[in-house]
């Protein structure tokens, strides 16, 4: 079988989110001599980018999406292990979570399933997170981005005490920091001094692409 | 608080619970408050696609009374990508929901209402008039709303949507499902179109003369033309 059918293969098993057909193409391309990142970069990618484009289309719903997600890391670890020494494929480290006081996680799920579909390594603090998990967690991992969603314009004052939290220790610097949640605007993300709003998961993806490069 | 006023608790997205909502629930029935158990299921989230979310919009309903020990259910199947209650799809499920649910079991219900657009906009008492008719006909016994311009603006909510959505409910009521399924394929359409581009509308101090507490002549006009609107779908109200 040669790369193009590999290739298609990849695609189709994540167009179909299929984990376990991902994985096997996965090999049998490695131990056929395919480059791994080719075949991340041609196969897996442009599937999960298309399967992207029908979530935002409704034609498929967040099981699918989740589903895609858990191929597509199932994918990527057999790639980055056929890669030389310090060559993997993560384009990111990102923390994300719900901030404290709020419990409205969906909108998050959606977009940690979008990032790790897109090769960044996630760390999901879950919900009603205090502040400070935020930064510390961020630390720990060396995260290049912190995501902050809130629900409820009760809870989104929490994003602007992550920045100030960041200002605090010297470190605001260090990270790029997107919030998100319904109440959230550009203005909003501005005057706190984000440095950048995500109306939903595909634009928080585009913007973690753009802070990043 | 009166002794007839609600205290709310939340399920979480999917048929879930947390601690949290299990000492609320603890602490209401104990004081034998009026409970309100509320839940927003998700078109196109954990649940899926319609069916399935319909599915689980009857579920929550049982839950609320099971798990919570509820007075009554607040509903309001919310769609995954809009974050609004009055697309095709929230609409659905919650019609098929409530029918079903009224079908089997004597409790109440209530339907929450989050448009798109804004207070002084005729896209918002549109998307208002086809939720109060889907909740009408499928036979709700609660209508909780407006939370106009997705109901995260603050100030972007007023009487009049309200009003409306009132209006609408008593003008359709006891109208075949077929007569209100025809006229709701009709609204929906005329709005479904513009999420993207919609009118976030006015404050409400825009809206009305904050002093005398009436609305402006400019939203009085608005709702006239809403008004129009529904009328030329056979939707008739004794003061339109």
Known sequence: MGDAEFIQEAIDSLVTYDKDKAVDVANRAIAAGMAPDELMAKGFVVGIRQLGDKFDEGEVYLPELMLAAAAMEAAMAVCNAALPEGKSEVRGKVVIGTVEGDVHDIGKAIVCAYLRANGYEVWDLGRDVPVEDFVDKAEEVGADIIGASALLTATMRKQSEIVAELKDRGIRDKYKFVVGGAPCTQDYADSIGADAYAADASDGLKKIEELIA | ?240
């Not at chain 2, 579920?59 to 309001?76: E, I, P, Y």
């Open chain 2, 1 to 240: 608080m009166r002794t007839s006023d609600n205290h709310e608790v939340s399920q979480l997205n999917e048929l879930k619970t947390d601690l949290g909502a299990l000492l609320f629930t603890s602490h209401y029935n104990l004081a034998a408050n009026n409970v309100m158990v509320e839940q927003m299921p998700i078109f196109g989230g954990f649940a899926g696609g319609l069916e399935e979310t319909t599915i689980v919009n009857v579920a929550t309903h049982l839950n609320s009374f099971v798990t919570f020990g509820g007075t009554w259910h607040l509903d309001g199947p919310v769609h995954m990508r809009w974050g609004i209650t009055t697309t095709r799809e929230a609409l659905a499920i919650a019609g098929h929901a409530i029918m079903a649910v009224n079908s089997q079991w004597p409790i109440l219900s209530g339907n929450q209402y989050y448009t798109m657009a804004g207070p002084c906009t005729v896209m918002c008492l549109l998307e208002t008039a086809a939720q109060a008719i889907t909740d009408t006909s499928s036979g709700r016994e609660i209508m909780s709303g407006v939370a106009a311009a997705k109901g995260v603006i603050t100030d972007k909510t007023t009487g009049l949507e309200a009003r409306f959505m009132g209006e609408c409910a008593h003008a359709t009521a006891g109208m075949p499902t077929e007569q209100t399924n025809e006229i709701l394929d009709a609204l929906v359409k005329m709005y479904e179109g513009d999420y993207k581009t919609a009118d976030q509308g006015k404050f409400f101090h825009e809206c009305y003369d904050t002093e005398k507490v009436v609305p402006t002549d400019e939203y009085l006009e608005v709702y006239d033309k809403a008004c129009e609107v529904m009328k030329g779908l056979g939707v008739n109200y004794p003061t339109w």
